[in-house]
């Protein structure tokens, strides 16, 4: 079964939280209170959040965190990376070679043109829209060639939209 850890589910929300008002800088206890998580939960997923960029710290009676960038430009996709690592649905998705069948293996460029569209996918949802009512387009019923359309080919592999 294909899922995000719930680690990244709450990081979403946590990014999604943060996004409905990106100017404002809020504290780690104001969002573990509103959010209805542990400390310790929201420490780790904050760090990890810092350590890609996604968030900004601030120190200090008025610290917390902010989001780095504008919510339209962040993607599900940089989050889902900065939490768990690079979206792969198998070994042969990932850059790093380690399948010991992928030389021999006959449909591993299938594999890799899935892995694209489900990137895609989340590449297309920024955080902004994450802010807002669900589409009512649902994915599941658009055709794979037009997931792994050119559309999706505009974002950057950061999950940052380069426009």
Same mark, same amino acid.
């Given at each position: ?29 104001? *969002? ?13 997923? *904050? ?35 900065? *939490? ?80």
């Amino acid at each position: 079964m294909l899922r995000i850890s719930k680690l990244t589910d709450y990081g979403t929300v946590v990014m999604t939280e943060l996004a409905r008002d990106p100017a404002r800088v809020v504290s780690a206890a104001h *969002l573990a209170d509103k959010l209805k998580l542990g400390q310790a939960t929201l420490s780790k997923i *904050l760090k990890r959040l810092a350590s890609a960029g996604l968030v900004q710290s601030f120190r200090g009676a008025e610290g917390g965190y902010q989001l780095a960038g504008r919510p339209e430009s962040i993607s599900v996709a940089a989050i889902i990376d900065a *939490l768990e690592g690079p979206i792969s649905l198998t070994e042969c998705s990932t850059d790093d070679h380690s399948c010991s069948q992928e030389s021999d293996c006959g449909i591993r460029d299938h594999w890799q043109v899935i892995n694209g569209a489900v990137r895609g996918a989340l590449e297309s949802v920024s955080l902004a829209e994450m802010t807002r009512s669900a589409s009512v387009v649902p994915l599941a019923h658009m055709p794979l060639s037009q997931l792994a359309s050119s559309k999706f080919s505009s974002t950057t592999q950061s999950g940052v939209s380069a426009a």
